[in-house]
């Protein structure tokens, strides 16, 4: 009966102990998902780390402080306008409306706004 016991306990500790790093693991998948959108759609332009691709600039024919995220005007942007900058596009930037959902949208959003803000 004891060993029974033992065997309980130590299930549900295994489980208490799942849930919890389930629970952490879920609570930073937004910034994840928000990186890999931002690798997947924006580093071509903006680079990796949001400092722009120079190159790119240069084909695009734009300045390449406007493919920086991580300085100047991109800064001081308010995420919701940068949410409708993603969404909607803007001069060489193309609209990701049918190409992300609004909650992609948002966590590239925060991810963009954690690397400003990270600076």
């Not at 049918?98 to 959003?109: G, R």
Request: hydrophobic fraction near 45%.
């Amino acid at each position: 009966m004891k060993q029974h016991f033992r065997e309980i306990v130590a299930f549900l500790s295994l489980l208490i102990s799942l849930a919890l790093f389930t629970s952490t693991y879920a609570f930073g998948a937004d910034v994840s998902a928000g990186q890999k959108l931002f690798e997947a759609k924006c580093t071509q332009c903006h680079g990796k780390d949001a400092k722009g691709n120079v190159k790119m600039a240069k084909v695009l024919k734009v300045d390449a402080a406007n493919v920086n995220l991580t300085e100047g005007e991109a800064v001081t942007t308010k995420a919701e306008d940068l949410a409708s900058i993603v969404t909607k596009g803007k001069n060489k930037m193309p609209s990701f409306k049918a190409k992300l959902t609004a909650e992609q949208i948002q966590q590239l959003v925060t991810y963009v706004k954690g690397l400003q803000g990270a600076k």
